[in-house]
């Protein structure tokens, strides 16, 4: 048993290493993949920022972290918006538009309406900065930041985020409402729906690792709970409590039971105990070809870490806005 275990650890240093060099890898390159498969030259640099308002990083840092102390939950809240945004038109910031009379945002598109959150922590953070460096920093980068600082103020891993994204003018609706993964997705919708993205089966099994924060809705998980097999009879039960078969619909359950507010491997050990929240997350152990991974990352927590970094810093180059392209606005729930 001894022999086994040293040569496990043998194989997670080898695989923390391979991270390591990856993380490096995208954290320096000026080139980034966009959502259609094309290259940018987005030129994002970690130190964008250093002369002309070398403050930024710091007042994120300390209002994220007020935000998340104050509600834990919040970590969660400001992920999830990095990763709505990045998903549907790139890192641009549009999922921060408002609907207005004359304009139709992503905001009330179906996977996001009554669900998006932290939209005043992103607003106060600009507000901030608008009056440290005004018209300097954009809201994009301010939620590729705030993403990472939120996971960093739970007990997750850092990365070094590439700076310099613009703002979109523009915001897209229907592409929310279809790029956007769903909940009830069986295990072969989600690998189409992050290879769409250029993400391959294991970045998505990491990226889900973003689960193991967070809450959920009953209306999203009422159907797995009540009508599924593959499942925990005493979690189910536990669940339901708070979930009933009709009303109820925003009541809200932790996605991961075990350790809702801290960034660790728990959620993928709760997978193969069959305590997966939505039908999507037990797919990836119930739906087999991605069963191995989820065991990989329950025993080896830093292997998780490291894929989650590496696959968040891949997901913030998704096709930003840079150089002459966009605005830096003002306000970010609208146009300038």
């Not at 728990?266 to 152990?285: C, E, P, R, V």
Request: aromatic share 8%.
């Amino acid at each position: 048993m001894a022999g086994i275990s040293q040569q496990r650890v043998k194989i997670c240093l080898v695989l923390c290493l391979v991270g390591i060099v990856s993380a490096s890898t995208y954290s320096t390159s000026s080139s980034s993949t966009t959502s259609s498969g094309t290259s940018s030259n987005s030129l994002l640099n970690p130190l964008f920022y250093a002369i002309k308002c070398p403050q930024a990083l710091g007042t994120i840092k300390t209002l994220v972290n007020n935000a998340v102390a104050k509600e834990p939950r919040m970590g969660a809240s400001l992920l999830r918006l990095h990763f709505h945004d990045c998903f549907v038109q790139g890192c641009d910031a549009s999922v921060l538009l408002a609907d207005t009379a004359t304009f139709t945002g992503e905001q009330s598109a179906l996977p996001n309406v009554n669900s998006l959150r932290g939209f005043e922590v992103v607003e106060s953070i600009k507000a901030a900065l608008e009056y440290e460096c005004p018209g300097v920093v954009s809201c994009a980068d301010i939620l590729a930041v705030a993403a990472r600082d939120s996971v960093v103020a739970l007990g997750g891993p850092g990365w070094p985020v590439g700076l310099g994204r613009k703002d979109s003018t523009t915001a897209s609706f229907s592409e929310a409402s279809s790029d956007l993964p769903s909940p009830f997705l069986n295990l072969d919708g989600l690998i189409d729906a992050f290879q769409k993205k250029l993400f391959t089966a294991n970045e998505m099994v990491a990226l889900s690792g973003a689960h193991t924060i967070g809450s959920a809705r009953c209306l999203l998980f009422r159907s797995r709970i009540y009508n599924e097999s593959d499942i925990d009879p005493s979690y189910a039960t536990q669940t339901r409590a708070n979930c009933p078969k009709v009303g109820g619909d925003s009541n809200l359950s932790p996605i991961d039971i075990t350790t809702k507010h801290s960034f660790d491997n728990a959620y993928y050990t709760n997978l193969i105990n069959i305590k997966g929240l939505f039908h999507s997350d037990q797919q990836l152990f119930s739906g087999g070809s991605t069963a191995t991974q989820v065991k990989s990352y329950s025993t080896f927590p830093l292997l998780f870490k490291l894929d989650f970094a590496n696959a968040m810093l891949k997901m913030s180059n998704l096709s930003p806005l840079t150089g002459t392209q966009g605005q830096i606005r003002k306000v970010c729930s609208r146009v300038n």
